[in-house]
């Protein structure tokens, strides 16, 4: 398809288990966006790829939390450990890479990730 | 500190009235600003963004908004609200350079029939 695609759409899991979520950018773009939503509240970025230039991880809430992107390919987000507090969407978004930063974001639907 | 503020957890209004989402921001300079929408079990969808220029923008599925420098301000407009614009609306900003968003906590719009 044409736009971001996100697997799985739903990950129910047990506290204490390691869950890996899977990001499929839009082709050409080469900056990737990891956020967060809990019930009820707005995005907290997580990490940020651009290109083969480090990634932003100053989101990352713990050390438990880790990224990988190879080149301008596909994105996972790792979750080791997990705690009830994990439970939230994961919101993968692309850009195209843009001087100013100032090009919008476009999101897949989602993980919606729910720790027992 | 939140950077983004959007006053109103929900706006209910009547089909075929005017729509307006709040929001205020608290940052210096001259941040990029958007607005997004998030329907149910799905990702956000890119409304429209002010950059520079012209104070009012045009975006999306009718939606407008105005950036207001001396008010801090970026609100979403519609003239015409639809049943199907109920969903839950995000205002975020960035800076030149800085590509991560800050949002709003959302508002969510209930327009009934």
């Known amino acids: 398809g044409a736009g971001v695609s996100q697997s799985p759409s739903n990950k129910v899991t047990e506290k204490g288990k390691d869950v890996e979520l899977r990001c499929d950018p839009i082709s050409g773009h080469t900056a990737l966006y990891w956020y967060r939503q809990r019930l009820g509240q707005g995005l907290e970025f997580l990490i940020y790829?651009?290109?083969?230039?480090?990634?932003?991880k100053s989101g990352l809430p713990s050390d438990r939390f880790s990224a990988e992107r190879t080149g301008e390919s596909v994105s996972t987000l790792t979750i080791q450990r997990t705690q009830q507090e994990d439970s939230a969407v994961y919101l993968c978004?692309?850009?195209?890479?843009?001087?100013?930063?100032?090009?919008?974001?476009?999101f897949g639907d989602g993980t919606r990730l729910s720790i027992l | 500190a939140q950077s983004v503020a959007q006053p109103e957890d929900q706006v209910n209004v009547a089909e075929g009235n005017p729509l307006t989402v709040k929001c205020t921001y608290s940052v210096s300079g001259n941040p990029y600003l958007f607005w997004y929408v998030q329907y149910p079990n799905r990702g956000l969808q890119f409304l429209l963004k002010y950059i520079t220029g012209d104070n009012l923008v045009k975006g999306s599925y009718g939606f407008e908004a105005e950036f207001n420098k001396s008010q801090t301000s970026f609100h979403l407009k519609k003239p015409s609200a639809l049943v199907s614009d109920s969903a839950l609306y995000f205002c975020a900003l960035n800076f030149a350079g800085d590509y991560k968003l800050s949002f709003g906590a959302g508002t969510t719009v209930t327009v009934r029939a």
């Open positions: 978004a692309s850009s195209l890479r843009e001087r100013g930063g100032n090009q919008p974001q476009h």
């Open positions: 790829f651009q290109g083969n230039s480090a990634p932003d």
